[in-house]
């Protein structure tokens, strides 16, 4: 089963911290790199951050400092830990590979709103 269950976003205020979860299916744990994105209505989807199967992480420019991306390979379960939120970092988030074999697997997301 090809599946993606992303968890934990919320409501917050500015400053604030959440940590995001994703279980994904065995298949895409499958490929060397797991990531998060982000998307807000009309606008295209945004990569976030991304963790390599060894550890090694990219992170956007707009989140460098602020968000740490984990992951539990034996769990098949990929983290975002986000701290000092803003609001321009309110979004519905997913996680999937960077590949475009998966690209047509994505999960319901999960919503994270920062209020000023």
């Known amino acids: 089963q090809v599946q993606l269950v992303e968890s934990g976003g919320g409501l917050v205020q500015a400053g604030g911290s959440l940590r995001l979860s994703c279980v994904a299916s065995?298949?895409?744990?499958?490929?060397?790199?797991m990531a998060w994105y982000r998307q807000v209505p009309g606008k295209q989807r945004e990569l976030v951050a991304s963790?390599?199967?060894?550890?090694?992480?990219n992170y956007a420019d707009s989140v460098k400092g602020r968000f740490t991306i984990s992951r539990d390979n034996a769990k098949s379960t990929v983290y975002l830990q986000m701290n000092n939120l803003r609001p321009e970092d309110t979004a519905v988030y997913y996680c999937?590979?960077?590949?475009?074999?998966?690209?047509?697997?994505w999960g319901q997301g999960t919503q994270v709103t920062v209020s000023s």
């Open positions: 065995r298949v895409f744990f499958s490929f060397n790199v």
């Open positions: 999937n590979t960077v590949t475009v074999v998966t690209a047509r697997y």
């Open positions: 963790i390599t199967k060894g550890g090694s992480t």
